[in-house]
């Protein structure tokens, strides 16, 4: 029993570090007045470079930091469009969306022989306490990767960001009331470029904790939805860092259920249990009906003059 | 001048010049992968053109999209980003499997049964999204988002019913032959068949090699259909006012909120249709496990986007996607390009297509520029 | 006049064009120090864009500016805030869901050296400018739950808190009751009194009268001419910004008012916050009369409106036409039952902006015939109805029945809206805010209008947050203030300064003292 406890606790937070990160750059984002579809592409492009990189050079954090830089490069052309081409958001994170994973198995391609997956890492990143080798397995369960603290680490410093410090309150004026901020010398463009590029940056983190910790390798299906769940969990969480969070757990959690229940003897059929983030997340929006809780400039181009 | 601004201002225009930045952007990539663009697009060209079955599929690719791209730009044009086609065309190809699996009759009543079941869940699947909309103010494009998921692995649940699904396989048994809508299937099969079609070489391919069917005569009846109703129509003028400005919509007395669970029913339908004709039309006419999805859905968002929301438009953009999707195999194994290229070219065009605003604008700016020296 | 450090502002041959549109012609400004100086000039004069430049929203394509008798280059607001100029705009810069403190520092907050924003400092920095000069404000309130004249007082205090010595004033008393505008002219002393200067933008004479000491005219972009205010009377303030003789009151014949055509009894209606915005509101309009309601805005004229034409919901009460209830049914039904309204905001409510002249002018008509038949438009009919109407109400630029409807100018925006309800041939004719944004020549055309259908027999409801031209249009008067009537007055029972009191809440009885 306690070893089935700790293998959930222990699973759910390997599969909630990817969302939580996902998620925390679509709150990023989306408080500075830019909607993200495309956390997704940005995941996928993520991954790709993470594991690739610790491939070839043997170190899994210098993929993990490639991970990110990939994501945020795919975000600037997000930036571009949203920021300085007015575009519309949606159809840059489809682009996004496209764009991303194409690459991603272009590139796969190339670098691994022409196969569409990528062979598999030597070194994944590390678990919390190391390599434990003595001790019981519920216990070794508690062994949590270190992802989980990275991506609980980021959500803290997110927090205090958003909600204590100058920026924070400027990324905030930003995406309530541009035109505001705007008239007392904030720059609109600066603020939403560099929250563009963060939660591309963020994102691409997200898909290097799941091609260097959870699975060992690239496939064509390693980011699965993770993009969408974690735009569900931003919802969710109604666009607060610690409310992505709580989303991405208890999104998590479902994942595990699924693992660890799949074959067993509650049987509850692993599509079902794949199908309640989504399912969760629509019944959570009927509730909260009528309650403003998206930034109120968020997916509306900023132009100067419209007041 | 007022003549460059007047071309510029043209949607063809916005949709010709992302084609040629996603060619563009699609050249430097491959360069700098080594391999010669121009030896890419031949293949990709000749992967459509070369012979009567590659133009024949090219054809057949092209019908879903078609369909899945005038149910997303019905939506657009009532203001709806209809992201969830992918969904519905999904829980209609499930339906219709199912009920096609299930109903042996005749084939004349057979087949309108199943179309019409394809469009029913299709509307259905549709219809949540428009209900959600109308009566909770939720935004189309996250349930739409969430409902893509749910009809997947709801699909997926519904494969592995010991019920449905077919042994040794990944998929479930198919549709009874009385539903298929290829064209003249057992006649071409015949010694009287054969015997006309080896006269004539190019149709003797295309209807042996390909699985030629009825579906692309419906998807152009349905895009010329669409845009009737939208243009020539009352129901059509209301969707469209609501789209253009709900306030005043809702001031002169249309109701909104049935206006848009309306829009959203007719789109999910269009794109339950596709589904429909493509389980009925093209082996192995059933549905099995997915891992990710087909992009039935998605390529008919770029097929809009790229169409300008133009219902004729989505024909021809929809024939142009297709033939990337099918010829880009081609790429791969004429020059060894992996031919992802073509999901990133595509990712491009949509990308420069999100970017067009732009040049309506500077046509605008060009136009006033003009009027100033006047 | 030449440049010297006398002068807080000067600004020199300002020129700034907006596309093929000339906003402003080389114009000349010079404001003395500790002074209140007007700038008057109607709607799209070029005055907001003129004060604009000079806060560094916009770029000025030509001319220099001169403060205190030195040259500054303004590129941005941050420039103008460190020249100490600050800006109140007309449309308030305050983000709703911060509160008055987070509103007040934003951009300009104190941190330690990690950037964490240090609340006490703020605090007592604010609340001492709030002392200083004798405001009310609640720091910690959000803006979205305070009043209006607070909101105006947050952004006075943003300026202030900023350290600057001149502060423009952009349109401030247009949400104000007459009490609030006394009240925002004794700070605007104040602020003089403590050395500041104030540039006051505005097209409302009788407050410039009341407040400055110098008013400069500017019309189409060119400065006109600068005057002592206390010395000018109003018509020739008038005269000036608008270049010709003005009439200030409508041309009428009296009112022959019939049977009671509309009427609302003890209505109450809700605002979007869940409030009380009408409550208990009752009144009657007759053919052949037109009613205005006068009052601030924000006491309710939106939810009656939108009560009437069954946008919100009725809690309480009835709203009659032709003796037929018709609260809390549809706005198809309101529109079925001969009630056609002038919406307030053109844009949003009026006119579908990318439909063409003709598909707006048959935008509550397309399901009725000739304009289609079995659901399938009729394009040659509606052609030909456009067309008629085109030339009956004079909308310009004719021939543009396929023109898209944002191709338009105001003033002929107006008519076609004007020009469709009253073709529907209502019983009851509602005008919100008919004039709002036109230039006097249609605001005269509206008024003729609205005058010409109250003489066919027409009940007509006018709802205008400008005082005069309820006053001068109305036959009877009704004030509403807090969701209620609290008076009603025929043309001429009245004077101004009831209005006035009982727009603010005063009582009647107290007027005479």
Request: hydrophobic share 45%; with cysteine; charged share 15%.
């Given at each position: 029993?306690?070893?089935t406890?700790t ?19 679509g ?44 994501g ?17 958001q ?83 004026a ?30 691409g ?8 910790d ?43 259920l ?13 599509e ?19 309650r ?5 400039e968020?997916?509306i181009?900023?132009?100067k003059?419209?007041? | ?10 949607p ?35 992967g459509?053109?070369a ?39 999904i ?10 699996m299930?109903?042996n ?63 040794n ?97 007719i ?98 700016r ?6 100033s020296?006047? | 006049?030449?440049?010297s ?17 000339r ?26 864009t ?36 600050g ?10 869901n ?115 000491d ?98 919100a ?134 008024h003729?209008?609205l ?5 066919k ?5 006018l ?14 008067i009704?004030v ?27 009582e ?6």
């Amino acid at each position: 029993m306690l070893e089935t406890i700790t293998l959930l606790i222990s699973i759910t937070f390997m599969y909630s570090a990817p969302l939580i990160f996902g998620a925390l750059g679509g709150v990023t984002s989306e408080r500075s007045g830019v909607v993200n579809i495309g956390i997704e592409g940005m995941m996928n492009i993520g991954a790709f470079v993470g594991t690739a990189v610790c491939f070839y050079s043997g170190n899994p954090w210098l993929g993990f930091l490639m991970a990110g830089l990939a994501g945020g490069l795919l975000a600037l052309l997000h930036a571009v469009a949203s920021v300085t081409f007015k575009a519309d958001q949606t159809i840059s994170g489809i682009a996004l969306n496209l764009i991303g994973p194409g690459f991603s198995l272009f590139l796969c391609r190339m670098f691994f022989d022409g196969a569409t997956m990528s062979k598999p890492i030597a070194n994944k990143l590390p678990k919390i306490f190391g390599n434990i080798k003595t001790g019981s397995t519920a216990v070794k369960n508690l062994n949590l990767d270190i992802t989980a603290v990275l991506a609980a680490a980021l959500a803290v410093i997110l927090w205090f960001v958003l909600y204590k410090t100058k920026w924070g309150l400027r990324v905030r004026a930003v995406g309530e009331h541009p035109a505001a901020a705007d008239s007392l010398g904030i720059s609109v463009t600066k603020i939403r470029y560099t929250c563009v590029l963060l939660s591309g940056i963020f994102a691409g983190f997200g898909g290097g904790c799941m091609t260097l910790d959870i699975i060992p390798q690239y496939t064509p299906t390693a980011i699965s939805g993770q993009g969408f769940i974690a735009l569900a969990a931003v919802i969710f969480g109604k666009w607060t860092p610690y409310g992505a969070y709580g989303a991405c757990l208890l999104f998590g959690f479902a994942q595990a259920l699924t693992v660890v229940l799949g074959g067993g003897k509650f049987a509850i059929p692993s599509e079902i249990l794949a199908m309640l983030p989504y399912i969760l997340t629509i019944i959570v929006l009927i509730l909260f009906v009528g309650r403003a809780v998206a930034p109120k400039e968020d997916g509306i181009p900023y132009e100067k003059g419209t007041r | 001048m007022q003549l460059t601004a007047k071309i510029l201002k043209k949607p063809i225009t916005s949709a010709l010049i992302s084609v040629v930045f996603g060619f563009l952007v699609a050249a430097v990539v491959l360069s700098a992968a080594g391999y010669n663009p121009w030896q890419a697009f031949g293949a990709l060209f000749s992967g459509m053109f070369a012979k009567p079955k590659y133009f024949s599929n090219v054809i057949i690719k092209a019908t879903p999209i078609i369909l899945t791209g005038l149910s997303v730009a019905f939506a657009f044009k009532t203001s709806l980003f209809n992201i969830g086609a992918e969904g519905q065309y999904i829980f209609a190809a499930m339906v219709v499997t199912l009920l096609g699996m299930k109903l042996n009759m005749p084939a004349v009543l057979q087949i309108p049964v199943l179309v019409l079941a394809g469009i029913a869940a299709g509307g259905i699947w549709g219809g949540i999204v428009g209900i959600l909309k109308a009566k909770y103010g939720i935004h189309e494009v996250i349930t739409s988002i969430m409902l893509n998921w749910i009809a997947l692995y709801l699909s997926n649940y519904v494969v592995n019913l010991q019920a449905f699904h077919q042994p040794n396989s990944t998929g479930t048994y198919p549709i009874n032959t009385s539903g298929y809508v290829m064209l003249l299937p057992t006649w071409k099969y015949s010694d009287s068949g054969k015997a006309f079609l080896k006269r004539i070489p190019w149709l003797k391919e295309v209807m042996l090699k390909t699985d030629v069917n009825f579906g692309i005569l419906v998807a152009v009846l349905m895009a010329v259909l669409m845009w009737f109703v939208l243009y020539r129509t009352t129901k059509g003028f209301e969707m469209r006012a609501v789209g253009l400005n709900r306030d005043a919509a809702e001031f002169v007395g249309i109701n909104v909120n049935r206006s848009l669970l309306e829009s959203m029913v007719i789109s999910g339908a269009l794109s339950g249709l596709a589904a429909a004709m493509s389980v009925m039309g093209m082996a192995p006419h059933n549905i099995s496990t997915l891992a990710a999805f087909e992009n039935n859905g998605f390529n008919g968002l770029s097929v809009a986007f790229i169409a300008g929301g133009s219902p004729v438009g989505c024909i021809f953009a929809g024939l142009l996607f297709g033939g990337f999707l099918y010829g880009g195999k081609n790429v791969q194994s004429e020059i060894g390009a992996p031919s992802e290229i073509i999901d990133i070219m595509i990712g491009t065009i949509v990308f420069f297509v999100a970017l067009s605003t732009v040049i309506s604008k500077i046509a605008d700016r060009l136009a006033k520029g003009d009027a100033s020296h006047a | 006049m030449e440049i010297s450090d006398a002068y807080a502002v000067q600004m020199r041959g300002i020129t700034k064009t907006f596309g093929s549109f000339r906003a402003l012609d080389h114009v000349d400004l010079d404001v003395k120090k500790g002074t209140i100086h007007a700038l008057l000039g109607e709607n799209g004069a070029g005055k907001s864009t003129l004060m604009n430049i000079l806060y560094g929203f916009y770029k000025a394509d030509g001319g220099d500016i001169y403060l205190n008798g030195r040259k500054v280059r303004i590129k941005d607001p941050n420039t103008a805030i460190k020249h100490g100029i600050g800006m109140v705009h007309q449309h308030f810069m305050l983000v709703e869901n911060f509160t008055v403190m987070q509103n007040v520092i934003l951009g300009s907050e104190v941190t330690n050296r990690l950037g964490v924003i240090d609340n006490k400092k703020a605090r007592e920095k604010v609340m001492g400018i709030v002392e200083q000069y004798g405001f009310s404000v609640d720091p910690d309130a959000k803006i979205e739950d305070i009043s209006v004249g607070m909101q105006q007082r947050v952004e006075i205090l943003k300026a202030l808190y900023r350290g600057v010595d001149i502060l423009i004033l952009d349109e401030p008393t247009a949400v104000l009751t007459p009490q609030e505008i006394e009240d925002l002219i004794g700070i605007m002393h104040n602020l003089v009194k403590n050395g500041k200067t104030i540039i006051l933008i505005t097209h409302k004479l009788k407050e410039i009268r009341q407040s400055s000491d110098v008013c400069t005219i500017i019309r189409r972009g060119k400065l006109i001419d600068t005057v002592n205010p206390q010395k000018v009377d109003e018509e020739t303030l008038a005269e000036k910004m608008v270049g010709h003789s003005v009439k200030l009151i409508v041309d009428k014949t009296p009112a022959q008012p019939g049977e009671t055509v509309f009427e609302i009894d003890n209505l109450s209606v809700k605002d979007r916050r869940g409030l009380e915005a009408v409550n208990g509101l009752s009144l009657k309009v007759h053919k052949g009369e037109i009613l205005g309601i006068a009052g601030v805005d924000g006491n309710g004229q939106e939810e009656l409106v939108e009560a009437v034409m069954c946008l919100a919901k009725a809690e309480n009460g009835t709203i009659k036409i032709n003796g037929n209830e018709i609260q809390n049914t549809t706005p198809a039904n309101a529109v079925k039952n001969k009630i056609s309204t002038i919406p307030e905001d053109r844009q949003r409510r009026g006119l579908v902006m990318n439909f063409s002249c003709e598909q707006n002018m048959i935008l509550e008509k397309y399901n009725q015939p000739p304009f289609s038949k079995k659901g399938i438009l009729r394009n040659g009919e509606v052609r030909k109805y456009t067309s008629e109407l085109i030339a009956d109400y004079d909308i310009r630029p004719s021939g543009c029945e396929a023109m898209p409807a944002r191709g338009l100018s105001g003033g002929n925006q107006q008519k076609l809206i004007i020009a469709r309800e009253i073709s529907n041939d209502p019983d009851l004719l509602i005008a919100v805010q008919p004039t709002r944004g036109l230039d006097v020549g249609a605001i005269e055309y509206v008024h003729k209008m609205l005058v010409r259908e109250r003489d066919k027999g027409k009940a007509i409801l006018l709802i205008s947050l400008e005082l005069d031209e309820v006053m001068s249009l109305s036959d009877t008067i009704a004030v509403i203030y807090g969701g209620k009537i609290a008076g009603t007055f025929k043309q001429g029972q009245a004077d101004e300064k009831t209005i006035g009191l009982l727009m603010a809440g005063g009582e009647q009885n107290a007027v005479n003292s």
